[in-house]
Every structure is written in C-alpha cells, then in structure tokens.
C-alpha cells in the first residue's frame, strides 16, 4: 500500500482516538483540587499520571486500530511472518522504566511532606464509631460525636417516601460539625472505638484509616474559610453509608469565640452530670439520646432487627437486674455489634437511654438511673 | 495424529452416571464450565440487586444489611465460581489437547477437585437463608466487622475452605500435567501460551490458597473460639488480617487474568494468521509478573498508616508491573501489525480484551501511586478499575475462549451473527456501565455504600441502565451456548483457517479419548512459529 494512505488512515484514526478522549474529558467528573497545599499536589499528581496514561494510550490504540482498518484479510493483504524484533522489544521496556522514574520522583517528594505531621499548632484526635464519629479537641478539652443529621436520617430509610433531593445535602449533613481555623497545622490522631473505618475528607486530600487499637497520624493546613464534606471511606457495617463528615474551616477569630462558647456548653454539662435527675427528665432526654444513639440498631419501637440486633421491649437485659443492664451498655458484648458506650457518650446520655428503655414499650421496672452513677463508674 | 479408538477403553457410563463419575478430561472440563456458566448467571443476579438499589439515591428495594450481603456475596460467587472455574474448566479440556497428552494426570483427583465445587457454593449461598444472614462485611472478610457476623459465619468460612482445596487440587493437576505428559518434542518453550501462563498460574494458586486458608481459620477461631489474632483488645491486631488476606489477595488477582493473557495469545495469532509477537518475552513477562505479584500487597491497604518507607516500596514494586503488562499489550498490538486479519467472535472479543483491559492497567498505574491513591482509595474509581480488568479482562477473554473452542467442544460452529451481536452489545454496555464509575470515584462517591448523594445521582443511573443492558445481554450468550450443543453447521477439525496448534488436528468434536498416543510434533503447528 502507498505510504501516503497508511498516513492518511494514521491521522483519522489518531484523530477518533483523541476525540473520544476528549469525550470522556468532557462529559465525566474530575478529582476536586481541594483547600490545601497537599490536595492540589495530588490533585497535580493525578493528571500528569493521567495524561501520561492518555498519551501511552493514544498511541497503542492509534497503531491497533490503524492496523485492524488496514491489516484485514477482506482487503487482500498477505500476513507477514515476522515474530520479534529484539531492538523493539528493549525499546517498550526501557522506554515505560524511564516514565515510571519520572512519575516517582514528584510522588514521592509529595508523599514525604504528607507524613511530616510534626510541628502541629493543635491535636485533635477522630475516632470512628458504628455509625459516627467523635471529634476530641486535645487542648481545648472540647469532645462530641457527630452524626448524619436528622432529615437526612428520615429520608433514607428504606421506602420513607421523602425524596432526597428535597433534602439539604443529602447524607453529607452531620448534626455537630467539626470545626476548625484556617491557615493552622492541623495534626490528627485517628482512632476507632469498634470496627475499621476509615476519614474522607477529599478537599483536604487524603483519607486515613481508623482502627481500633491502633492510633494512625495525618494534618492537614486548610486555606480557604468554607464547609468540606466527606464520608467514610472503609465498610463498616450497614449504615457504612451514613456516616458523613463536615468539616467548617472558619477564620482564627471566630474559632477562637466557638471554643469559648464549647467550653461553657461543657461546664453547664458538668453540672447537670452531678446533680439529681428525675424520671421526667430523664425520660425525655433518653428518648433523643435511644433515637440517635440505638434505634438504627434496636429499632425506634424497640422491637430489633432478627437476626443481628435483639428486641428490648420485654428483653431479659432491659427488664432484669439494672446492674447487668448498666455493664452490657458501658461494655458491649464481645463479637456482636453491641459496642460499649463508656467512652462515646456522656454520663447523662447514658442514664437517660437506660432509664429510657427501662420504663418504655410496656418495660414498666419504674428504674431511675441517675447520670452520677454512671459517672462514678466510669470515672472510677 | 488423533488416533482412532477401536480398543479397550471403557465405554463412558451414561446419563448422570458419565458425569458424577467422570475421571475425562473433557467431560470434567464441560462440568466446570457449565458450573462456571451457572454462578455467573447467579452472581450476575446479585450484581443486578445492587445496580437496581443504586439506580437512584434513597432507598428503595433493600435494606443496608442486604446490600452489604449482596456485594459480598456478588464478589465471592464471582471470583471464586464464576472466574476461577471458568479457566479450570478451560485447563481442563484444552492442556491435554494442546501439549498431546491424553488426559489429565491425576483423574480421579480431577473428578473430587471438581465436584466440591457445587456443595461448596450450596453451603455459601445458603447462608443467605440462615438466621445470622450471608456475610455482610465485604469479599475481603475484614474483622472486627467479619467477627460481627451471625453463626452462619462458620458456613461461609468452611466454603471458603472448600473452594481452596478445590483449587489447590485443580492446580496440582495442571502442574503435573505440564511437567510430565507433554508430547515428545513438546518442549517448555515450544508450550502454547496459554499452557505457560496456566502453569504459573497453578503455582501462584498452590503458593497463596494456604494462606487465603489460614487467614479464614484464624477468624474462625476468633469468631467462635476466643482467641484474638486479630482483636486489638486481645493483643491482636486488625490490620495484621490485612496483610495476610492481601498476600494471598495480589496473588488471586493474578490467578484470574494470567489465564486470560494465555487465551488471547491464542486467539490473536489465529486470526491475524501471523506468529505471535515476542513468544519468549511473553513467558517471561508473566513469569515476572507472578513474582511481583508476591511482593506488591500492601497497595491494597495504603490508607491503613504503614510506615513512610512501607508506602514507598509498595508503591515503586507495584509502578514495575506496569513494565511486563506494557510488553504483553506491545506484543499483541505487534502480532496485528502486517497481519491479515478477520473479525469473528473470538477474535472480537480479544481485541476488545485488549482495549478495555489495557485501560483498566492505566487506571491501576494511577491507583499505584500512593498520594494520589489517598484519594481513590476505597471509591468508585477502584471499583471502575477492578472491573475493567475482571470483566472486559477476564470474563472477556473467556468469552473470547469459549467461542474460540466451542467448535471444538461440541462440533458444531455457534451463530456467527449472533456471536457478533453478542460482542457488540456486551461491548458497549459494559462501558456504559462502567466507565462512569471513574467519575463516581473521582467525584468523591465511597465504594460498598447502599445510598448516595444526589450530587452522584446521574451516572449512577447510567451506570445502572449499563448494567442492566450487559446483565440481559449475557443470556444471550447462554443461549448461543446451548444452541450449538444442540445443533449448528458442522465444524471441522481445523475450525479456523488460521488456528495453530494440536487441538485443531482432533476431530471436531474432540473425541472422548485423544491422544492415546503421542502426536508428533512439528514447528507449524505452533502458534508462536516455532524456532526457540
């Protein structure tokens, strides 16, 4: 065949090629660049790789298909016999082994900032929970969980007949955001109470596993005031999917005053921790504290979910000795997904969802739990 | 060369005997690809729950609970039934006929490797009607969450362990095959390729299946015997299981889509009636990735807080496999150049094999590197990638395979037209499918999730009418299938013009017993054209 014909089919075909990556380019989603340093050199990473990989591709895709036009036996053509060419082959591997240097030198540099975590301004130590977090800010003794917040929660029960786009942010809403200042080196120390999760925050750049019994590091410097949403990123059971993260990176001065106002919402819980509760009281905050705390697993009836999670209404634990009642929920029960929730939820959150499930659904024991006697407990 | 059979051989039983009893190569290599067929479709199935519940954001058809069931279960039918078996299966029927040897070298364990299999997947699925529920937390069976799993646990477990002895045992044979009942002549670097990738293959599975076992022993033992290999409490550690189960896990990945290498370096060479390209550095590109497949692991966990050090080696031994997997493709593309080539199914589908499957290696060099995979860690866009390996990978050369030798099999050429419609139709919808799962993942969507923002709400539906279409699709296929052991134009021994190599000098279809002895052999009838 004439050359210029094999430069004609080359060109077409090279051409469809790049238009149909461009297609792809064009109609698809791409990786966010983020609010810091670091999301913007992966981001950065991720499309030198990228190119890289389109490049190669235009390439080994253009000679395929120039020879699947070109190359047909319906147009006549003989098949050679050749089989290998020694000087090709050392070329396609030389060739990918210097690109492959080239892509880890600038991966490498990047990777070896992100694990500096040293000279942080503050801690603040994350640990994943079935199903939400908890966020305890190391210097300033602040410390509260996080959870999908409650019209997500509605909308995304089986059939619940709400549509979620009628929803603000659709489970990327949490009740108590974690809130931080900008322009500060953020280092986090991430932990898990149960099972593995795993903190996704992709304006930040990274996600990092939270595993229990082991303490992982990451920082983070944002630059931009804002709210950055996330998920977790590692199965952890079935409300894996609710799980969601927000982070409100806010100005110094104006975390300086939600500090402050943290840290009076904390002494005023101080108090309520020590003083004498009634049954009234009691019932009423535990029906809040079983409604986020253990109806996705016990149901808001109390009636459980067979096989997994047991019914409390009638149940030997919720109706039988309170002490019993009291270890199984500061302790959990080994290899169930009954996880103990000393370490998760205040003194009167606890006293409140026990007294809660000990007087309601017809578990008429009329047993007060008083917020101090957990608190002895477990401080004790 | 196929010799007659006039003499003593045992006439095969019939009915269900021929099949329960069956120490035949070919016989039990129709068993594994018909049970192959089989958990396909099952698995397809489930794949068909998830893709319906992802359809659109909120929930609509499942609970949580069920979803997390059905994308474990979707990947171990799929691996561990669907896959695995299928290369068996192939292994089985085409490793004697191509090396000249007249069955099997170990039948009867043939026969007992084999038909573990059904009560293995009966004892799997059924945990899906026990009172604890099917496994729920993921194919990877990560503790804590695995250890939170009902009684039934212990089934899926011991099906675990089935399905390796199953393996373990299939390997053996193929081994024992190669090593010692080649044809004079039949030299190790005069094997087909896909003899040679299906001996690395069985060493990487005797190599990692033992520890696929122990990991699941030791979650056994954990979950019902109080010991704590891997609770944190009990001074174990969760992310130990990791490395174990990603030990045998790399290896695994291999174990699907070196067979699939082999069958391509089949098909191509036939029907661009041309030598393949670079036989030697074939065998040893899948030689070199078997050993860097034991050494790359820990990509799979990059996000656990490994040591600086830890990340980079994983991630500069794991950027090296790109080498040996860019020679293979460079030496397909290579067999094409100045071919003479034509398009039918097979051929359709190892082309298409290489298109998708090299696209899905660009987005693993991509997840290699280890900043960047802080990001696609555990989204969509590793779910895109694993796909586009497995499914236009493996399931596509697979499929290219069963049309290549179903003439063989049954004697009887399957409907061209509809082999074409097949490829094209499961071609595009599998993009369809697929492909948006890139942008899911970058857009920031997490992997296993039962619902979603309706900020990702458009390409899942996408994603979901793919899934459908390719999902109806493959019934398609079993039809074809059935249709041409029932029936069809006659095939020759020589099913295409330019097939190379000693399967094609049988009869079609190949006798039940071939070989009895040894053909011989010369350099033409390799497809690799001989010479090394």
């Not at chain 1, 997500?152 to 709400?162: H, K, N």
């Not at chain 2, 061209?416 to 697929?434: P, R, T």
Request: aromatic share 14%; with cysteine.
């Amino acid at each position: 065949m004439k050359r210029e014909n094999y430069f004609i089919v080359v060109l077409a075909v090279m051409a469809g090629v790049i238009a149909a990556v461009w297609g792809m380019f064009a109609i698809g989603d791409n990786m966010p660049r983020g609010v810091t340093e670091f999301s913007r050199q992966v981001y950065d990473l991720h499309m030198v790789i990228l190119w890289i990989c389109v490049v190669i591709g235009v390439l080994v895709f253009t000679a395929m298909f120039v020879s699947i036009a070109l190359h047909r036996k319906s147009r006549g053509v003989e098949a050679a016999q050749f089989s290998h060419s020694t000087k090709a082959e050392v070329l396609w591997t030389i060739i990918p082994i210097l690109i492959l240097v080239a892509m880890a030198v600038p991966a490498t540099k990047t990777l070896i900032k992100m694990e500096e975590t040293g000279d942080a301004e503050m801690n603040i130590k994350i640990t994943g929970y079935q199903w939400r977090w908890k966020y305890d800010y190391l210097e300033d003794d602040i410390s509260f969980l996080s959870s999908l917040d409650a019209g997500s929660d509605a909308a995304r029960q089986l059939q619940s007949g709400i549509e979620p786009v009628d929803v603000d942010n659709y489970l990327l809403e949490v009740d108590n955001p974690l809130v931080v200042p900008v322009g500060t080196k953020i280092r986090f120390l991430l932990t898990a109470g149960d099972v593995i999760h795993s903190w996704w925050v992709p304006a930040l750049g990274w996600k990092r596993d939270t595993i229990p019994g082991s303490v992982n590091e990451a920082w983070t410097r944002i630059d931009e005031p804002g709210t950055y949403r996330g998920q977790c990123a590692e199965l952890c059971g079935k409300d894996h999917g609710f799980m969601p993260i927000v982070v409100e990176a806010v100005s110094k001065e104006d975390y300086a005053a939600w500090i402050n106002e943290q840290q009076q919402l904390a002494a005023v819980a101080k108090t309520d921790e020590e003083r004498l509760w009634t049954l009234n009281e009691l019932m009423s905050h535990g029906e809040n504290v079983y409604a986020t705390q253990c109806a996705t697993c016990h149901q808001g009836d109390g009636q459980g979910l067979t096989p997994a999670f047991p019914a409390l209404a009638g149940s030997q634990v919720a109706t039988g000795p309170v002490a019993d009642h009291i270890k199984v929920v500061l302790q959990g029960r080994n290899g169930t997904a009954m996880r103990g929730f000393s370490d998760m939820l205040s003194a009167q959150d606890i006293a409140a969802a026990l007294t809660y499930t000990r007087n309601a659904w017809g578990n008429q024991t009329g047993d007060v739990v008083q917020p101090s006697t957990i608190a002895q407990l477990t401080n004790g | 060369m196929s010799t007659a059979h006039t003499h003593e051989h045992h006439e095969a039983p019939k009915g269900l005997g021929r099949w329960v009893f069956s120490t035949n190569h070919k016989d039990i290599g129709t068993l594994y690809l018909l049970f192959s067929l089989l958990m396909f479709i099952v698995g397809g199935a489930m794949a068909m729950v998830i893709r319906l519940e992802l359809f659109q954001p909120g929930l609509q058809f499942v609970h949580p609970e069920f979803f997390n069931q059905m994308t474990t279960m979707h990947a171990l039918v799929m691996i561990f039934g669907a896959v695995m078996p299928a290369f068996v299966g192939l292994a089985n029927w085409m490793i004697p006929l191509m090396i000249g040897a007249p069955d099997m070298a170990l039948p009867r364990m043939n026969n007992w490797s084999f038909w573990i299999l059904p009560f293995a997947f009966a004892m799997l699925l059924s945990t899906l009607f026990m009172d604890g529920g099917g496994p729920a937390g993921g194919w990877t069976l990560y503790p804590p969450l695995s250890l939170q799993s009902g009684n039934s646990f212990a089934f899926v477990i011991f099906a675990i362990h089935l399905m390796g002895i199953s393996s373990i045992m299939g390997a053996i044979n193929v081994i024992a095959t190669i090593l010692n009942m080649r044809a004079p002549g039949m030299t190790l670097l005069r094997m087909p390729l896909f003899v040679w990738t299906w001996l690395i293959t069985a060493f990487l599975l005797i190599a990692v299946m033992p520890v696929l076992a122990g990991a699941v022993t030791m979650l056994l033992t954990d979950r019902f015997f109080d010991t704590s290999f891997f609770n944190a409490a009990g001074g174990g550690d969760p992310v130990m299981f990791q490395h174990i189960f990603w030990f045998f896990g790399h290896p695994e990945v291999y174990i699907m889509i070196l067979p699939a290498f082999g069958i391509v370096s089949e098909i191509i060479p036939a029907f661009a009636r041309k030598p393949l390209f670079g036989y030697a550095s074939m065998v040893y590109a899948s030689a070199s990735i078997a050993f860097l497949s034991f050494i790359v692991w820990a990509h799979h966990m990059f996000t656990v807080g490994m040591p600086l050090g830890g990340e980079l080696f994983f991630m500069y031994a794991t950027m090296v496999i790109a080498v040996p997997t860019g020679v293979k493709v460079f030496n397909w593309v290579s067999t094409m150049w100045r071919g003479a080539m034509t398009f039918e199914t097979p051929m359709l589908f190892a082309l298409g094999f290489v298109v998708l499957f090299t696209i899905g290696g660009f987005s693993g060099l991509m997840l290699a590197i280890v900043p960047a995979d802080f990001q696609y860690h555990d989204t969509y866009f590793v779910v895109a990638h694993f796909h586009y390996v497995l499914v236009t990978g493996a399931v596509f050369a697979i499929m290219a395979g069963a049309y290549y030798w179903l003439p063989k099999w049954t004697g009887h050429m399957y409907n061209e037209k509809l082999g074409k419609f097949h490829f094209w139709w499961s071609a595009i919808w599998v993009n369809v499918l697929f492909f948006p799962q890139h942008y899911l993942g970058l857009a920031g969507m997490p992997r296993r999730i039962p619902d979603y923002s309706v900020q990702f709400a458009d390409f899942n539906m996408i994603s979901s009418i793919g899934g459908f279409a390719f999902g109806v699709g493959q019934l398609l296929f079993v039809y074809i299938v059935i249709k041409t052991i029932r029936g069809g134009e006659k095939a020759e021994a020589r099913s295409w013009e330019g097939a190379k190599g000693l399967e094609w000098t049988v009869p079609s279809p190949a006798p039940h017993h071939t070989f009895d002895t040894p053909p011989e052999l010369d350099d033409s009838q390799l497809a690799h054209g001989g010479g090394h």
